[in-house]
């Protein structure tokens, strides 16, 4: 009798093991850029999941005050943690290298800015939000990892939220600036994202589906730099050209060279166009503002980095807390644009909130040199995911250039805060989901290459 529910145990414990193993083998079946394709994984409760992370992202336009903005997706999230852990655990999710760095430098940021807090004597409302802040995008990335990790039909609907969330937020719940500008702070991030996915679409409908992608991503390109969105239009513009090259044409550096050199010709291109009128007299007043100066528009469209350059240069280890302020360095950025002739100046005077615009420089100004840290190890896998070819039968190869060049603008020149905190951790998941994850695969490129068809 014992030996019979022994071995019973036993036969229910191999085939959990078998079930895990099976999974694992079947998320390591990588298709082109090495986005897993898996039946049995994406079979495991996949429409239960795949409606959490659809309202996970469509509601994140819906928030409330408290001690700072707190969205219903931060909630959501926060519930969402310890079941998808358990969840995780039993269908044998897999912790690439990546994924763990990020993880262990996002604790190292967190302590760092603790550490700072506690040395600068931050005021509890400043510290809390800071806190909060990083701690969800912790918890974001544990929960997107676990849903989304290396699962096309996830990700494109996590994509697909964060349009709709974007659209709605603009219907229901539009912020101060989309009075003025509706499509750059109103619709234009869920508009572009649904354009990349009905570019993503085509993979599947024409053999000559590869330059209808390259002209909807030109499209929409334009289509925001006409409404005055330049960064967005851009990041359409550089993902164009991206995905236009065939798989054996550049290699990693010419990528990054390719890149270098579509930025400095979109530019010239948007500079001419501006001063011929094509986008508007608003555009060219606003142009004529930012570019009155010695660098053009390079420093007047970010003069924020100018302050936050000297406050990192003033502390470079411990940083100056969260939230910090001092009207030292707005007034010290605001003397230097004006010497340079710029018509055009920035910081806010009143509250004397060191200005950053910028994901590494924000973190670095708040939390001293392990903010930087962290952003900077997110950068560089975006260019390891960047220098990779691309099969061009990858589905969501439009979706890969897009979010990659985007997060590249975010991490140098946009702020990080509540409304880009779910975009910034999808793009990590997407472009984790692209890198390899064996270590037979890190040891021999050209073995990884030969095998998904690269070479």
């Not at 912790?138 to 996830?154: A, D, E, P, S």
Request: one cysteine or more.
């Amino acid at each position: 009798m014992i030996n019979n529910v022994a071995g019973g145990m036993n036969q229910m414990q191999l085939k959990r093991l078998d079930f895990q193993v099976r999974v694992r083998q079947s998320r390591q079946k990588n298709l082109g850029y090495g986005i897993a394709k898996s039946k049995l994984y994406e079979n495991a409760d996949s429409s239960f999941w795949s409606v959490c992370v659809f309202l996970l992202a469509a509601l994140s336009f819906f928030w409330f005050n408290y001690i700072g903005q707190v969205l219903i997706s931060d909630i959501m999230v926060i519930l969402a943690l310890p079941v998808t852990i358990v969840w995780g655990r039993h269908v044998g999710v897999s912790w690439s290298r990546e994924s763990k760095w990020v993880l262990g430098l996002g604790l190292i940021w967190l302590l760092s800015q603790m550490l700072t807090d506690w040395v600068r004597r931050s005021p509890f409302d400043d510290y809390a939000r800071e806190w909060a802040k990083i701690t969800l995008t912790l918890v974001y990335f544990i929960v997107l990892y676990i849903i989304c990790y290396k699962n096309r039909k996830r990700l494109t609907i996590a994509a697909l939220g964060i349009a709709c969330g974007d659209i709605l937020g603009y219907i229901l719940e539009p912020n101060v600036f989309a009075s003025g500008y509706p499509w750059k702070f109103g619709v234009a991030l869920g508009v572009t994202i649904l354009a990349v996915l009905l570019a993503c679409s085509l993979a599947k409908c024409w053999r000559s589906f590869l330059w209808f992608q390259v002209g909807i991503m030109i499209t929409i390109g334009l289509i925001n730099l006409y409404f005055g969105y330049r960064s967005m239009g851009g990041v359409c513009l550089v993902s164009a050209i991206l995905l236009s090259s065939r798989k054996k044409m550049f290699n990693a550096w010419m990528r990054i060279l390719v890149i270098g050199i579509a930025i400095g010709v979109i530019y010239f291109l948007y500079m001419h166009f501006v001063n011929m009128g094509y986008f508007g007299r608003a555009e060219k007043v606003e142009y004529d503002a930012q570019a009155s100066g010695k660098y053009g528009v390079l420093l007047g469209g970010r003069s924020a980095v100018l302050a936050a350059i000297q406050a990192i240069t003033a502390s470079p280890v411990i940083g100056h807390g969260s939230w910090a302020h001092n009207y030292k360095y707005v007034l010290s950025m605001n003397a230097t644009l004006s010497a340079l002739g710029y018509q055009k100046q920035g910081g806010n005077i009143q509250s004397a909130l060191i200005p950053a615009h910028s994901y590494l420089l924000g973190a670095w100004v708040h939390a001293g040199i392990m903010g930087a840290i962290f952003w900077a190890y997110v950068l560089v896998c975006v260019m390891r995911a960047l220098g990779r070819p691309i099969t061009i039968s990858e589905p969501l190869r439009p979706l890969v250039y897009f979010v990659a060049v985007y997060l590249i603008w975010n991490i140098f020149f946009s702020p990080y805060g509540a409304n880009t905190r779910l975009l910034a951790v999808f793009s990590m998941v997407l472009i984790l989901s692209c890198l390899p994850s064996e270590s037979k695969e890190r040891s021999s490129p050209r073995a990884f290459l030969h095998r998904y068809n690269f070479i």
